[in-house]
């Protein structure tokens, strides 16, 4: 009596490990299942993230290159008005050399 006593109290023991070990199993599974959500979720999200910091790019060069346009033309036109002093000079003495000549 005593030796069935002990071998349903083992039974009980190895019963509640199985059970314990499907418990564990189950709950792997479903953090399993979460890390594929989550890396899924990740993946999603860069390639956002590059698609976005593409765009970005695209914009910031576009916007350098419109500052670099009105700069240039900026430039220029703060030019002009030394450039038209050193042409009228140099026309100023290409007509004293013709009419000295004259």
């Known amino acids: 009596m005593r030796e069935l006593h002990q071998w349903q109290q083992e039974c009980r023991s190895i019963e509640d490990m199985r059970s314990n070990a499907l418990d564990s199993l189950r709950s792997l599974e479903i953090e399993v ?3 594929n959500m989550a890396d899924k979720q990740l ?3 860069k390639d956002n993230y590059n698609m976005l910091k593409g765009q970005v790019s695209l914009r910031i060069l576009s916007l350098i290159v419109c500052l670099v346009k009105k700069c240039t033309m ?3 036109l703060s030019l002009y008005p030394r450039i038209l002093s050193v042409s009228l000079m140099a026309w100023g003495i290409e007509f ?3 009419q000295v000549n004259v």
């Open 33 to 35: 299942n979460e890390l």
């Open 43 to 45: 993946k999603e999200i």
């Open 74 to 76: 900026k430039s220029l």
């Open 96 to 98: 004293h050399k013709l």
